[in-house]
């Protein structure tokens, strides 16, 4: 994996994500194995807060100015919401 990849994979962790969730139940019909049902739902894996940390790490936040800071913390803040609202 690339560095770009790697830091994309964090971020999605960190701000969480859905998924599918995909069980399939198997059965033997004349010695075969044969599929008797599917099943997939929609999961939704919640934010990270080691992958959050790693994220701010990696990007200095003494780089920014206060206003910016303020800035990033409300979006931080706002998009928790909206996660722990779905």
């Given at each position: 994996m690339q560095s770009r990849e790697v830091t994309e994979a964090i971020r999605r962790r960190a701000l969480g994500y859905e998924t599918d969730e995909v069980v399939e139940e198997y059965g033997f019909s004349e010695g075969e194995?044969?599929?008797?049902?599917?099943?997939?739902?929609?999961?939704?894996v919640p934010p990270d807060i080691q992958a959050a940390k790693m994220l701010l790490e990696e990007e200095p936040l003494g780089a920014l100015s206060d206003?910016?800071?303020?800035?990033e913390k409300a979006r931080l803040l706002k998009q928790l919401r909206e996660e722990e609202e779905r």
């Open positions: 194995a044969v599929l008797v049902r599917r099943k997939v739902t929609k999961k939704a206003e910016q800071l303020k800035e």
